[in-house]
């Protein structure tokens, strides 16, 4: 029987757990995004052991990568061969599907991120730091107050004739305006199509602020499924934006490429399906009181064997354990 030789790429954010596989050829044989709801360790084992069912022994992970909020953590559970902040992998996505791409718009649920890339080369780079106006949490959040599923959002905004001013700078702030909008009578869709446009004024004022947006642009994330959110980033910078086939997705599929970069000629460090659904994965940790720093120390800990360590500035604990983790600064 033929081995299906696929790379594994596994982002883990604080809204979704996104996994892909990519084969030998860079096509995308599956794509996976689930909610993550607070379990990272129970949702991915329960990923992992859905894409075994299906394929069983026909499936050979050739190069496994791990990168989000908790690449460390997934490096340590599946024995991966990269580990990537979300910047690194979302821009090697996008040089993936558009080489020539200028500017990368990536709105998670709880980050936003511009990145600048010139000849392929990352140039520039920014995240959210003040607020989570204009994240998917927040989009998800007013989408419930006014009992519309998220998922319909953009199709009931984009309607809109005559959108509102919305104050989006501000999570509250926004907030308050809408429901002072709503008091006045205004229709629903000018109201979403108004915070929108906010929210799309608030990123280029703020994690776009002082940068050259030029073009192509790629709109990658969750939230780029809101096609009104397309419809009012181009409103507002007069520039067209792309929305790639996988753009939920995208900082999966960059980590699975450089997976693939990475384990070139060798042997992957992954653990295998069965090691890994079978395992006990547990997450502790304490505070450090070695010095005035008081650093909150993250102990992983597979099959009541601690594994790795992370959290300490001093890497007093962490230095003789990781073999996965990331050393740079968490992005």
């Known amino acids: 029987m033929d081995k299906l030789n696929c790379f594994l790429g596994i982002d883990i954010g ?8 990519l084969d030998e050829n860079n096509n995308i044989v599956e794509s996976i995004y689930v909610r993550t709801e607070g379990r990272p360790i129970e949702v991915l084992q329960k990923v992992l052991a859905q894409l075994y069912q299906k394929y069983e022994e026909r499936l050979k992970i050739s190069g496994v990568g791990a990168t989000g909020s908790g690449r460390n953590l997934a490096a340590i559970m599946v024995g991966a061969d990269t580990v990537k902040n979300e910047i690194t992998a979302h821009a090697k996505a996008a040089i993936h599907f558009i080489p ?31 607020c989570a106006a204009g994240t998917g949490s927040f989009l998800d959040r007013q989408a419930e107050r006014l009992n519309i599923p998220i998922e319909r959002l953009g199709e009931i905004a984009i309607k809109s004739k005559n959108p509102v001013r919305i104050a989006g700078r501000c999570a509250v702030f926004a907030e308050s305006d809408m429901i002072h909008k709503q008091q006045l009578g205004h229709l629903s869709e000018d109201i979403l199509f108004g915070l929108c446009l906010a929210l799309a004024r608030n990123y280029i004022s703020n994690v776009a602020k002082g940068k050259t947006i030029e073009e192509p642009i790629i709109f990658q994330g969750g939230v780029a499924a809101n096609i009104a959110m397309k419809k009012a980033f181009e409103q507002v910078l007069q520039k067209e ?19 693939k970069e990475k384990t070139k000629g060798l042997i992957s460090n992954f653990k ?14 304490f505070e450090c009181k070695e010095c005035s720093n008081n650093c909150e120390v993250v102990e992983f800990y597979n099959n ?12 007093r604990y962490s230095s003789s354990k990781n073999h996965h983790v990331e050393k740079s600064k968490n992005l």
């Open 14 to 21: 604080s809204v979704s757990t996104n996994v892909v596989l």
């Open 100 to 130: 020539n791409v200028r500017t990368v718009i990536e709105i998670g649920g709880q980050d936003s991120k511009i990145i600048l890339i010139k000849n392929e080369i990352v140039v520039d780079f920014a995240m959210n730091t003040i």
């Open 241 to 259: 934006i792309v929305v790639p086939q996988y753009f939920n997705v995208m900082g999966a599929i960059g980590i699975a490429l450089l997976a």
């Open 272 to 285: 295998g399906f069965d090691c890994i659904n079978n395992s006990k994965f547990e997450t502790r940790g």
């Open 304 to 315: 009541n064997n601690l594994v790795a360590t992370w959290g300490d500035r001093c890497q």
